[in-house]
């Protein structure tokens, strides 16, 4: 049944529209190629404080990497809390985390709805289990905080048909975004942590369509690669050398575990660039 | 000896009491000192306004709109509605007669387009995701969408979409069938949506003025109709979308010295662009939609509601508060 609360349009479905001309020769000339080095990530731009309402926010903004309409990742969190839990809810001795993550309906190339989809949901668990592991969550008991991440843009590139670009891939991005976006609106909002958390994400790429030497870069954009092969997403403390979460997608021969191993200490490499530009966005808030 | 002094910073007044802040801050018990909000504004001033439009790339026209701590983001995307679709669909015949309100209600009978306000962003902390939009987004959504429709600023010429291609006049192919030509096979639907990252207060004015600020931004792709397929294919160019007037939105709250008791004893007072402190505690609010693009003001919409303080002549002292309103606007827009 449709939802009654929005406003919903047409009753009969709509389609997004098809582009039919120049697509291919667009593709052979203007296929988007990785410039920066394996081991480099792209352009970060962190903010805390937008959200003047909330206990704490942040926004995070991944650049555009040297070309128009491929677009970059756009992330805004808000922290509401700690607060005490309704009087219903039973007795808990630390602090109850409760993380939303919620594309905007105009955030990748298809419309999303209004209502949360299982992408979402998975991407909200993983932030869970990331942040849980540097919140000290026994200073606040009986008390509750929600960290809702709004993905204004997602990291998708418009030109890349639907075959080509696996939505999959631009999830292992999204999520290291939320982590970081969510590590600094925690720090905003003033809630002890260990140690601030980072996301990073690495994967292993095929160059060449058929039987080219695979490679591990960091903070991969899927377009501008053949193949991904593999990506793990790491949410990392530095200064505890721990990580928090790790999350593995993809095939792998299994000959070989230094490649897995390599893939996970990239990813690591990856969240330590990030740390840095959330050490410094919070610094110069807290001054 | 030294009165034993109780003193408090204002942030801490403003949060323990603050109908009594906000009246001392609009009546000063000092001659000297000028009358202003809490928020330190005149009472007939609004927050400045900053309008970023086409920053986001998935959408077809974006805008992000900026009033104090108000901060909404807008997104238009179009997306093809097939005349296959449309149940009950009839085509115009041709001793039809179009008129302006026939244009009208084609964009209405159809819902050619879908405006909804999402506030569960955790913009304010009254507002968290996992419950249902609550009553204020939807009725945000529903002014949106009344005053989008009624207003007539999109117009149906712009979403149709021709078998032939754009309609022209003349330089036609000569082979092809006249009528074959004119046939309509499809609607754009336009998917407005509006997130409100930061939410402080009059929602509505800033929501609408991101929904003006996205639609002349909107650049809908140029559509045909592919024989092939059987389907509607769009090229790469895209098309300005035309849009008729420049309406403006303009709130106002009404503060009563007495916070409680019946309105309309003593004094009061009207305060342009509330913020959300000041919108706890006004009852009355007075929204003005304004048109003053083609020389002379029009009213496109007037809505009122909570208390009986505002008379005639106050409403008509409003028209002129919001003219230049929107002279403040229209000129944040180029």
Known sequence: ?287 | MAQPALTFPRPVFAKLSPHPFLLRCLNPSDETETPSRTNGRTPREARPLQIHTSSLSHAHGSAVVRTGDTTVICGIRAEVLPVAQIPQYRPRAAFEEETEASRKAEIKNYDLVVPNIELATGCAPQFLPGVPPTALAQTLSSRVYSLLVGSGMVQVEDLRIWKGGEKEEGGMDVDVDEEEEKELVGYWVLYVDLLFVSFDGNPFDAAWTAVVATLKDTKVPVARWDDDRETVVCSGEAKQLGVKGLPVACSAAVFLEKEYGEPGEGRHWILLDPDRLEETLCREVVTMVVDCSSGETRIRAMEKQGGTVISRELMRGFVGVAEQRWKEVSKAMQ
């Open chain 1, 1 to 287: 049944m449709a939802d009654r609360r929005r406003i919903n349009g047409p009753a009969g479905a709509t389609i997004p529209p098809i582009f039919d001309d120049g697509v291919d020769k667009k593709t052979a000339s203007q296929k988007p190629t990785r410039s920066r080095p394996a081991n480099a990530v792209r352009h970060t731009f962190l903010k805390t404080g937008v959200t003047p309402s909330a206990s704490g926010s942040a926004y995070l903004e991944v650049e555009v990497p040297g070309k128009p309409g491929v677009s970059g990742l756009k992330l805004s969190c808000t922290v509401h809390g700690p607060r005490s839990l309704p009087r219903s809810s039973p007795f808990a001795p630390h602090i109850i985390l409760t993380t939303h993550v919620k594309f905007a309906p105009f955030a990748t190339k298809q419309r999303r709805g209004y209502l949360r989809d299982p992408t979402e949901r998975d991407l909200g668990s993983h932030l869970e289990t990331a942040l849980r592991g540097a919140i000290i969550a026994d200073r606040w008991p009986k008390s509750g905080v929600d960290i809702i991440v709004s993905i204004i843009e997602g990291d998708q590139d418009r030109e890349t048909s639907k075959e080509q670009g696996d939505e999959s891939w631009d999830m292992m991005n999204a999520l290291s975004g939320c982590i970081t976006v969510a590590s600094a609106a925690l720090a905003d909002a003033g809630i002890d942590c260990v140690d601030t958390v980072a996301g990073g994400v690495a994967a292993l790429v095929r160059e060449e369509a058929n039987n080219g030497v695979a490679k591990i870069v960091i903070d991969p954009v899927p377009s501008e690669h053949v193949k991904i092969e593999a990506a793990c997403c790491v949410a990392y403390l530095p200064t505890r050398d721990e990580i928090t979460n790790l999350w593995f997608k993809g095939d792998m021969p299994d000959d070989n575990m230094n490649t897995y191993m390599e893939l996970v200490q990239q990813g690591i490499q990856a969240s330590k660039f990030a740390n840095r530009v959330l050490v410094q966005s919070i610094s110069e808030t807290v001054g």
